[in-house]
């Protein structure tokens, strides 16, 4: 069985960091994809960043939200089918719920595809 374990969140003042992790347990054979979404107070989720596997030779490739640019990073650890969010400069309007997303996880067990969400970790920006 696949579960998404997330943590790192919690309140921080206003240009403040915080660093968000998510593994991926069970019987895994392979994870195409990782990421980050994020969900405001009345407000639809939204893509954060995402990171592929990448290879023995270079590593993923990264995407962002204009919203973030420049102010988080997104790595992984593909030994541990871990990914982190790194949040630097933080906002109040990076408040809200944020959410790892495990693409195209191929189980041992079944060896097909198909994604996973974790539960949620609430980001709080605020001072």
């Known amino acids: 069985q696949v579960q998404l374990v997330e943590s790192g969140g919690g309140l921080v003042q206003p240009g403040g960091s915080l660093r968000l992790s998510c593994t991926v347990s069970?019987?895994?054979?392979?994870?195409?994809?990782m990421g980050w979404y994020r969900q405001a107070p009345g407000k639809q989720r939204e893509l954060v960043a995402t990171?592929?596997?990448?290879?023995?030779?270079?590593?993923?490739?990264?995407n962002y939200a204009d919203s973030v640019k420049g102010r988080f990073t997104i790595s992984r650890d593909n030994a541990k089918n871990t990914v982190y969010l790194q949040m630097n400069s933080l906002k109040p309007e990076d408040t809200g719920v944020y959410y790892c997303?495990?693409?195209?996880?191929?189980?041992?067990?079944?060896?097909?595809?198909?994604?996973?969400w974790g539960q949620g970790t609430l980001v709080t920006v605020s001072s």
């Open positions: 990171i592929t596997s990448g290879s023995r030779f270079s590593s993923g490739s990264t």
């Open positions: 069970g019987s895994i054979f392979s994870i195409y994809a």
């Open positions: 997303n495990a693409d195209k996880v191929v189980t041992r067990a079944t060896m097909m595809a198909r994604d996973y």
